[in-house]
């Protein structure tokens, strides 16, 4: 069983939208923390977004902010990438991670999440 599916992505327009999802299963949400991370050809892996499971605060990155929005349902323990006002920038492998008993000082850091997602790329051209 994978612990995370990704679904969504492809391509887009500048100034256009995308949706991305991912879905967690065998993985136990204690003090959790899901999101994205990001990584463009010769470029590292970047921080996102990720949203603190246990009462929903939303963490994100300079550079999407106000253009990028993580929802999810607690339920389907799932997570949404809603990407408006798409630049060309923004191309990219687009991983969901899950992380447990993640602090808040750690957040923006890849190395306290321990499930990544097989990747979904991202597209947007000018």
């Known amino acids: 069983q994978v612990p995370l599916v990704e679904s969504g992505g492809g391509w887009a327009q500048a100034g256009g939208s995308l949706r991305l999802s991912c879905a967690a299963s065998?993985?136990?949400?204690?003090?959790?923390?899901m999101g994205w991370f990001r990584q463009a050809p010769g470029n590292e892996r970047e921080f996102v977004t990720t949203?603190?499971?246990?009462?929903?605060?939303?963490y994100y990155s300079d550079s999407v902010k106000g253009r990028f929005t993580i929802t999810r349902d607690k339920d389907k323990k799932t997570v949404y990438l809603q990407m408006n006002s798409l630049k060309p920038e923004d191309t990219a492998v687009y991983y969901c991670v899950v992380g447990t008993g993640v602090i808040t000082s750690s957040l923006r850091n890849g190395a306290a999440y321990a499930y990544w997602g097989q990747g979904t790329q991202v597209t947007v051209s000018s």
């Open positions: 065998g993985i136990t949400f204690n003090s959790a923390a």
């Open positions: 949203m603190k499971w246990n009462g929903g605060h939303t």
